[in-house]
């Protein structure tokens, strides 16, 4: 170790400003929960276990880390998305690097009961969130359920259902989500009568030179970046295609 903190108490400040300390908190537990099970994943999937779930769990885990201020922790999940995406199963010294540093993060951090979640205004205008991590669907409940009535899906199968029966104004869909991805999502929803000018803003964690464009190419209105840093942005980008649907 490098003396580095755990933890960057900036992104803690952060999200205490858009939720205040029960959003902190609810994060804090959707961590302590579900790391173990990532990380189990990753581990399982060295040992000739399902080399795409090990990949899924180590994109949460690095997802989950960034948004806590985990910044060394959500670099090594990187390290072993990368690598088990390319069939790289000799990690281990990686996998003991993950855990050692899980620990860290740990004594950070104590379990608090998560609060419920408020009761969607139906006054609001109603926009759809499709994204597998529960940690990110808080966080962008934080940010927006103020604004806007959220249904919220974990999978692309039960969000095209979802969607197709019942359309919002606006979707936010991630890319990397289990059984189907985001493009294919978006493919099924734009083939469904009715659906083919409902705005579809990309929000994920691929940020690598030219994905903006690449996804626009696909047929996405937008692209926003995860972590999300400022919350104008997704806003900005939300109220731009609302404000341009006929």
Known sequence: M???????????ERLR??????????????FLQET????????????GGDLAEGE???????????????????ALAREAEHALRRGDTSIGPLVERIESEAQRVYHVFQPSPATPAPVADSTLPRIAVVEDNPDNRLLVQALLGD???????????????????????????????PEMDGTEVL??????????????IALTAHAMAGDREKYLSLGFDDYVTKPIIDEEVLIEAI????SATP
């Open 36 to 47: 173990p099970l990532r990380v189990g994943a990753i581990r399982s999937a060295l040992s």
């Open 56 to 74: 899924r769990g180590a994109h949460s885990l690095r997802s989950t880390a960034q948004n806590l201020g985990a910044d060394r922790l959500s």
């Open 17 to 30: 400003s858009w939720g205040g300390e029960s959003l902190l908190q609810q994060l804090v537990a959707l």
């Open 187 to 200: 493919e099924l929803i734009r083939r469904h009568e009715g659906l083919e000018q409902l705005p579809v």
């Open 239 to 242: 109220e731009k295609w609302r």
């Open 147 to 177: 604004r806007y009535e959220i249904d919220e899906y974990e999978a692309g199968r039960e969000a095209v259902e979802g969607i197709t029966a019942n359309p919002p104004e606006l979707v936010l869909l991630d890319i990397s989500l």
């Open 2 to 12: 490098d003396g580095a903190p755990a933890v960057n108490t900036a992104a803690l």
